[in-house]
């Protein structure tokens, strides 16, 4: 079967970086993406990664490899604001999402 | 550029009583999906359109859910009879796609959800 997981729940601090994690199996790959969705709103689309490495946009940076099956979402400078679920999805073989069950970020002052 | 359009943002009925829900997808997206969200799980795909066909609908409760994609822009997902399990968010979102095919990245863009709750 397909699977993606992510850790359920992560806090940090303000100011600080954290990193989530995702892990996936899937039938065939073209493209991993995350998404992040505050609570009782609709997911935003953040970031895709299709190759190899590192993808940057302003604070937040995502990486992807492929032999491993493993990505990961990175925050710097975090903001109070950034609390909020962070859902990683893979395009798969029938260019069909799969969806994580998303993680949870609480950041602390 | 207007985004996903969904309406109503809320709805509470009574178990076995019918829902319908709208969308209006981002102007010139050729593909469009109704997700389901329950609390604390990522989005469950029930259905796809690409203009007004169907794609994929592998997940659609097909006994007391329908869809349909009338002109190939506007969508509207029906329940009926509705049951307990049903309280969810239903997510709309559409996508440019590609006649033919998709674009490697095509980026699916939400709309801001119907929250159901089923009594």
New interface residues.
Partial sequence: GQN?DQPTEMTATEGAIVQINCTYQTSGF??L?WYQQHA??????LS?N?LDGLEEKGRFSSFLSRSKGYSYLLLKELQMKDSASY?C?VRDS????I????TKLIIKP | EAGVAQSPRYKIIEKRQSVAFWCNPISGHATLYWYQQIL??????LI?FQNNGVV?DSQLPKDRFSAERLKGVDSTLKIQPAKLEDSAVY?CASSLGVAGG?S??????????T?LTVL
Avoid: C, H, M, S
């Avoid at chain 1, 969806?99 to 998303?102: E, K, V």
């Avoid at chain 2, 490697?104 to 959800?113: I, L």
């Fill in positions: 993606i073209n493209g993406f009782g709103e609709a997911p935003t689309f895709y299709v859902l999805a029938n260019y069909q999402l969806w994580g069950a998303g | 604390g799980q990522g989005p469950k795909l796809q994929d997510l998709l490697q990245r095509d980026t699916q863009y939400f709309g801001p959800g929250r």
